[in-house]
C-alpha cells in the first residue's frame, strides 16, 4: 500500500495523491472543511466521511495531525458503531463470553440487524475468516 500524499493546511487539505483510485480525491484534490461531514478516530487509519457519503482514510502516522485540523475546524467526531466489527468478533482467536456475546447482538439489534440477518451473515463470512491466523476485517 503506498502512502497518500497531502498537505494540511489551516481550512483545507490538498492531496498529491490518493491511493484509491475510485475516490472523488483524484478528480477534486482538496478537501475544504465544507466538504467533509465527520472524522472518525475509531478507524484504522483514522478517515472522514466527505461528500455523498464517501470514506476517506489518511496515512497511519498522521492521527494527531488530522485532529489537531478537527479541533481547529471543529469537525464532528463520529460516534457511529461499527457493525462490521461486531459481526466479526465472534471469529477473533479469543473466546468472547456469553455476556460479550449478547451484548454484541442486542447492539445490533438496536441498529437494525434482525437476529435471522445476524445468522445469516455469521454462516457467510464464517468460511471467509475460517483458517486465517489473525481476525480478518471486513469494514470499511
Known amino acids: 500500500m503506498k502512502y497518500s500524499k497531502y498537505i494540511i493546511q489551516e481550512d483545507r487539505i490538498t492531496f498529491d495523491f490518493y491511493e484509491f ?7 477534486n484534490k482538496v478537501l475544504t472543511v465544507d466538504r467533509i461531514k465527520e472524522v472518525d478516530f475509531s478507524t484504522y487509519p483514522c478517515s472522514m466521511e466527505i461528500d455523498n457519503g464517501e470514506i476517506i482514510f489518511f496515512n497511519h502516522d498522521d492521527e494527531s495531525n488530522i485532529k489537531n485540523f478537527a479541533n481547529e475546524n471543529e469537525i ?17 482467536d479469543i473466546e468472547p463470553t456469553e455476556t460479550e456475546i449478547n451484548k454484541n447482538q442486542q447492539t445490533l439489534l438496536n441498529l437494525g440487524v434482525s437476529r435471522a440477518e445476524q445468522q445469516e451473515i455469521s454462516k457467510r463470512i464464517k468460511w ?11 469494514g470499511q
Do not use: A, N, P, V
Not at 471467509?128 to 471486513?138: A, C, I, K
Open 76 to 92: 464532528i467526531q463520529s460516534t457511529k458503531t461499527d457493525i462490521w466489527e461486531l459481526l466479526c468478533k465472534q471469529f477473533l
Open 21 to 27: 483510485y475510485f475516490s472523488s480525491l483524484r478528480e
Open 128 to 138: 471467509s475468516l475460517f483458517g486465517t491466523m489473525e481476525w480478518g476485517y471486513l
